[in-house]
């Protein structure tokens, strides 16, 4: 039986862990080649963060030994010439990029009036800015094959306000526009885009955020969304599945829209 995107190739942003990290495993497990771009190191803000070029590596070892092809990059979403390498790398690999999952991203708290312009600057870089850098240099190569798709990783603050967290809300709103945007534009080369909007995930990034606040998961993930089915939070294999079909053949009508994985939250 055909594996789905056999012979398709997918360069994932923030791979290395959480939503991006299951992503990968589940597109080589489906035939894809995988770029694979995580920050490999930490950063200042926020403090959670623990990347390192042991995850991409780890990584590299559970895909080649699924029996997929994949190459990985450390790099900055922020930085130009880490962007433009690791595409470039992946082209030259596997011929060509067929999907993006635009998926790196931070999270923190702070009050608007109480974060510091490094804070905001940083957040916005990384969540926004970043997921257009990496997209002026992917959609080229889309442009060439008149087809593909981009998946932008929003989350459900890209479609409502955030209590102490209005850096993430506002560059997670800002993916919704570029998306839109680049969905016009980009419809005559037969490419969609779409964003994606999960709920609170069961990621790394829940443990960070408990840590940063002296508090819980748990509470974390309620204070964060407070979905109307009673579960805290979903699982990546939920994202996973929604990025399997907005990439698939299934989704081939489906640009410049929304699609909400938010466990009702968005109902209330």
Do not use: C
């Not at 991203?105 to 312009?117: R, V």
């Not at 800002?174 to 998306?179: D, F, I, T």
Request: charged share 20%; proline share 3%; glycine share 10%.
């Amino acid at each position: 039986m055909a594996k789905e995107f056999e012979g398709k190739t997918i360069f994932i942003t923030g791979a290395a862990k959480g939503q991006g990290r299951a992503v990968a495993l589940a597109f080589a497990k489906e035939g894809a080649n995988v770029i694979a771009f995580d920050l490999g190191s930490r950063i200042p803000y926020p403090a959670y963060n623990r990347s390192s070029n042991e995850d991409l590596e780890k990584l590299k070892d559970e895909v080649e030994g699924l029996g997929g092809r994949i190459v990985i990059f450390a790099g900055d979403v922020r930085n130009e010439e880490d962007v433009k390498l690791a595409v470039s790398r992946g082209v030259d690999a596997f011929g060509g990029i067929d999907i993006l999952f635009s998926n790196a991203g931070i999270a923190a708290y702070g009050n608007s009036w109480e974060l510091t312009s490094e804070q905001w600057h940083t957040l916005v870089d990384i969540n926004l800015n970043g997921g257009w850098l990496v997209s002026k240099y992917v959609i080229p190569h889309l442009i060439e094959k008149k087809k593909g798709v981009i998946i932008y990783n929003s989350s459900i603050a890209g479609l409502r306000g955030m209590n102490r967290m209005s850096h993430y809300a506002a560059s997670k709103h800002g993916l919704v526009g570029l998306a839109r945007s680049q969905a016009i534009e980009l419809a005559p080369y037969g490419i969609r885009v779409v964003t994606l909007h999960p709920t609170g995930v069961n990621t790394p990034m829940n443990d960070g955020l408990a840590e940063l606040e002296h508090t819980t998961v748990e509470e974390i993930a309620e204070r964060s969304a407070g979905n109307l089915l009673p579960v805290p939070w979903i699982e990546t294999e939920d994202v996973v599945e929604a990025v399997k079909y907005l990439a698939g053949d299934k989704a081939r009508f489906i640009t410049g829209s929304q699609f909400v994985i938010d466990a009702g939250l968005l109902t209330r």
